[in-house]
Each structure stands twice: as structure tokens, then as C-alpha cells.
């Protein structure tokens, strides 16, 4: 969380508790990633693809963060563990254009789930990589 402060477009919910074989974390919402390239795509082709492109350069700059920068990686990154958030307008309702436009123009986050499972790389295998 310390490495990905407020306004990097990278969220991840704070350890509430942990303990073997379960992680406890706080309420973050957004729509599952799945879900999210859904509504993308229900955009205009254009928006839609500056939007999934986005999505993809987000997610990519974070997980070569936690690599090559911090050396302390999410060791569970998969697409289940991903939720994409950006205000849609239009109340309750998800209006997939406006979402679209929102993350198109970098207005979202990421929100990484289930961190429980952190590696780190040795020296050697940074040099390596």
C-alpha cells in the first residue's frame, strides 16, 4: 500500500487481519476486471480500446513497479484478484459509455485484491531478469 500512495491510480485495501490460510481486508469497490472489459466494449471502438489500452499500461506499470523497484510482488496477480473503478455518472446506473470515457482518459483505478502472497526476488535473480 506505502508504495502505491493516493493518486498513482493503483489501489490496494488495507490488512484488517491475517492469520494462515486467510486475509482480511477492507471493502473496496469497483467492478471485477472481466466485467469492466465487458462494459468496455460496449463503448465505441475507439474509446474502448483507448480504454482497455489504459487498463493494461495501469496494471503493467504496476506489477514492473513491484518488481523492479520495490522487489516486493503480488505473488497472486491474476484477473480475479483485479477490480477496475471509475465514477460512471448518471447515479446508480453503469452507463458503459461514460465509464469508457473515464478510464480512456486515466480517470480510475486499479484496485489490487488479496495480497497475502508477497514475493521477493534475490539479488541474483534481479540481475538475471
Known amino acids: 500500500r506505502a508504495n502505491f500512495p493516493p493518486r498513482t491510480g493503483v489501489v490496494f485495501p488495507e490488512a484488517l487481519a491475517a492469520q494462515k ?5 477492507t471493502y473496496e469497490p469497483g467492478l471485477p476486471l472481466e466485467d469492466a472489459l465487458k462494459l468496455l466494449a460496449r463503448a465505441d471502438a475507439d474509446t ?7 487498463v493494461a499500461k495501469r496494471g503493467l506499470r504496476a506489477l514492473l ?7 516486493f ?5 491474476h484477473a480475479g484478484n483485479l477490480l ?5 455518472g448518471g447515479g446508480d446506473a453503469l452507463d458503459a459509455r461514460a465509464f ?17 502472497l508477497v514475493v521477493e526476488l534475490a539479488p541474483r535473480d534481479l540481475r538475471n531478469f
Request: proline fraction near 2%; charged fraction near 25%; charge should be negative.
Open 100 to 116: 469508457a470515457a473515464r478510464v480512456a482518459a486515466g480517470d480510475f483505478d486499479l484496485v489490487v485484491l488479496d495480497a497475502g
Open 65 to 71: 513497479q513491484m518488481l523492479f523497484k520495490d522487489n
Open 73 to 77: 510482488a503480488h505473488g497472486d496477480m
Open 84 to 88: 477496475v473503478r471509475a465514477p460512471a
Open 48 to 54: 474502448a480500446t483507448a480504454a482497455k489500452r489504459n
Open 21 to 25: 490460510g486467510a486475509l482480511v481486508e
